[in-house]
């Protein structure tokens, strides 16, 4: 083997090796992104089924005749 070319393979080998890692590490990382993704959007949906319950609970202005405002009732400890 010519001088110089051992030194070459080992950097070659080197960098590959680098590489490797980083590949490694890279699709860690996409994996931890991706279940933070599925999590968030389990979240979503949950606060999306509660706003709609909420929404149903909610009279509607013309279902009780006249419309209410919170600012008209007066707190309990009155």
Do not use: C, W
């Amino acid at each position: 083997m010519p001088e110089g070319e051992g030194d070459m393979s080992e950097r070659v080998e080197q960098r590959l090796s680098d590489l490797e890692i980083k590949a490694s590490f890279t699709e860690d990382l996409l994996d931890q992104l991706n279940l933070t993704i599925y999590r968030q959007q389990q979240q979503i949906d949950d606060l999306l089924r509660v706003v709609a319950d909420l929404r149903k609970q909610v009279p509607q202005a013309g279902d009780s005749g006249a419309a209410r405002s919170l600012l008209d009732e007066r707190p309990p400890h009155y």
